[in-house]
């Protein structure tokens, strides 16, 4: 059911002198009255343009007709046709110009203005999907699981299309219109056979530029055929665009603009799950738009969302106009926030939000970043860490409080065993986190090798055996077993390898890994090789392992993840030299070195601090020579 009024908080205003002889309050687009055809007198009779042309239904009785038709029904005397529809054509505000004109043809001047077969062929499409969806379960079913029925679908011309396109060919032949009209302004029809809801979509002047259609999977939202257009349109027409909007609200979804206009929410509009763009300023600004609400759903990556709505602002101060941005709770969107808490709770979350300038979104950006790291320490019991655990070093781990985002660089004495440190930090990331994905980038050696040699940790024998049939038949068992369990991890998109070509450089890198982090924050970044990539920026910077370390700086802020550095430093005197930007840049320097008496140790040396953090003995299987805590 619609939301009742008292718990809308919507301040109902009265339209201007165009009557139909009932009082109207506006609702969203629509507009709403008490139904005269049924007693108790109730406000459930919805007008509505959702088809092209002003309708009325009754969402109690099921009244239901055109202007026309409800004129001559609900005035107590009765009137003519002809006088009920030149008082319908002055409330859509048409001169006795275009009444003569729409007589004299016989078509409603809406189709007119849109002008020819493009204009029937899409009518008839909605109105067969809007038939449609009366007889389909599946859409009754897919609509209350959205808090809809199909009373309240109408209202919007919401229908259902089951994918074969035979019998609204059928439907069109009997309506006049040709096959090949339909394949020319539904181009896409053919291209998806499965069963979708459909959604008319409208320009500011009512007409309609295309339909719309949507999965029936609730679960599905972000798969890319989730929302595709059956006719070809322009894409950067904002849903639900309205004439004389000074100040729209824009979402994201579909049924987070139908929800908020169902529950009375005026001026939303919908970006269809596009980046908010100029074009779609340009048109809100023509329908009058003097300020804009921009409602998103809480990204993971905060960082993005802020740069996103920081770009969003800059744009919007371009064309001079105001500015504000809401981010909703965490697993929000308008469409379920709306029906949990009802439209005045939005409203009123937009209401308390301040207009927002460059100045001002910096400072608020940082309060409410101080306040989410607040909340999230708070949320972290004193005796847990925060990073991720490494098992094989429980000591190493509890020391550093997680493996946590920083720059990590990690050497040994040269020919020694940073690369298999680094691997087996990788595998225990891996099998001691369920949500971490690791990338590991092999700037030093072939991709082939890394396989090798991470097969053979995981199977506990030497790299040897991995790479020739064995004879022996455990040793090949273990091969096979190794081998399939790297192959999870890859299927699972929780390990990476990635290897060294011509094209690739630092820039390619913070690309590719910018979007691996949109689809999974839980990233751990482990270069092997620093020293060979290549730099395609910084060129103000002459000393190469300074342009080198830049870049990596330049990569960690970009991307506040774990990153690991494989590289060349030394030891002299018990301290670790080298490359000064290497030792000066890392958040930690991990040393694998081998002492005297033959025994391996693992030091960890923080930036800046006069002491070692840990120092231990590690063992190395005699086979693969993963690494462990002694």
């Keep these: 059911m619609l939301i009742e009024d008292e718990k809308s908080g919507l ?19 629509n507009l709403l009255s008490q139904c005269p055809f049924h007693s108790p007198e109730e406000s459930s009779l919805f007008f509505y343009d959702s088809l092209g042309y002003w309708r009325y239904h009754c969402l109690q009785c099921g009244s239901d007709g055109d ?86 679908a109408q209202l919007y011309g919401i229908g259902y299309y089951s994918g074969d396109p035979e019998p609204f060919i059928s439907y069109c032949l009997l309506s006049g219109l040709e096959r090949h009209e339909v394949s020319f302004y539904l181009d896409n029809l053919e291209l998806f056979h499965e069963p979708r809801l459909t959604i008319p979509a409208r320009n500011s002047k009512g007409i309609l530029h295309s339909v719309y259609g949507r999965t029936l999977d609730s679960l599905v939202t972000t798969a890319p055929d989730t929302y595709i257009s059956y006719a070809s349109g322009p894409m950067d027409i904002p849903f639900n665009i309205q004439q004389d909007n000074s100040n729209p609200i824009i979402v994201e979804g579909f049924f987070d603009a139908l929800t908020a206009d169902l529950a009375g929410i005026p001026g939303v509009v919908s970006t269809m799950y596009q980046q908010f763009t100029p074009s779609h300023l340009y048109k809100l600004k023509a329908c009058g738009a003097e300020s804009i609400t ?17 770009k969003y602002l800059e744009l919007a101060e371009s064309e001079g106009l105001r500015f504000k941005s809401v981010v ?42 101080i306040k989410e790291n607040f909340d999230t320490a708070m949320l972290c019991p004193a005796d847990s860490d925060v990073g991720y655990p490494l098992f094989s070093f429980p000591t190493l781990s509890h020391t550093i409080d997680g493996v946590q985002s920083g720059c990590y660089f990690v050497s040994s004495e040269p020919f020694g065993f940073k690369s298999d440190a680094l691997t087996s930090f990788a595998l225990d990331l891996i099998e001691g986190n369920d949500k971490v994905k690791v990338i590991y980038v092999a700037l030093d050696s072939p991709r082939r090798q890394v396989f090798d040699r991470t097969i053979a940790m995981i199977a506990d024998i030497s790299e040897r055996n991995v790479r020739k049939q064995n004879a022996d038949e455990e040793t090949a068992k273990k ?18 390898i990635w290897e060294d070509t011509p094209s690739f450089d630092n820039i390619k890198l913070t690309k590719y890994l910018q979007e691996e982090l949109a689809e999974n924050p839980n990233i751990v970044l482990i270069i092997d090789g620093i020293d060979h990539l290549r730099i395609s920026n910084r060129n103000d910077i002459s000393e190469l392992t300074e342009r ?18 494989g590289g060349e430093l ?8 080298g490359p000064r930007p290497y030792i000066r840049d890392a958040d930690a320097i991990f040393w694998i070195g081998q002492e005297e008496d033959g025994v391996f140790r693992l030091s960890v040396t923080p930036k800046r601090a006069h002491a070692m953090l840990y120092e231990a003995n590690i063992e190395l299987s005699k086979n693969s020579n993963r690494m462990r805590e002694q």
């Design 11 to 29: 301040s109902k205003i009265e339209t201007n002198p165009k009557r139909l002889g009932v009082p109207l309050t506006r609702w969203g687009r």
């Design 67 to 152: 202007l026309v038709e409800f004129l001559m029904r609900s005035r107590f005397n009765g009137l003519s046709e002809k006088d009920s529809r030149k008082e319908a054509l002055n409330f859509w505000g048409s001169s006795e110009e275009k009444i003569a004109q729409d007589n004299n043809n016989g078509d409603p001047h809406i189709l007119k203005e849109i002008g020819g077969e493009k204009a029937r062929v899409l009518e008839s499409f909605v109105r067969y999907c809007h038939w449609a969806a009366c007889k389909s379960e599946s859409t009754a079913e897919y609509l209350k699981s959205r808090g809809w029925n199909l009373g309240q």
């Design 548 to 565: 080198r370390s830049s870049a990596m700086l330049d990569l960690y802020k970009a991307l506040d993840i774990p990153i690991f550095l």
């Design 479 to 496: 091969v096979r077993a190794g081998t399939q369990k790297l192959l999870d991890y890859v299927k699972k998109n929780r390990f990476e």
């Design 570 to 577: 030394f030891r002299n005197d018990k301290k670790i030299v």
């Design 294 to 310: 921009l409602i998103l759903r809480r990204e993971t990556n905060r960082r993005s969302q802020e740069f996103h709505i920081r």
């Design 328 to 369: 909703l709770p965490k697993d929000e969107a308008v469409d379920t926030f709306v029906r949990k808490e009802g439209a005045d709770a939005l409203l009123s979350m937009i209401r308390d939000t301040e207009e927002d300038t460059m100045r001002t979104h910096r400072r608020s950006v940082l309060l409410q970043d």
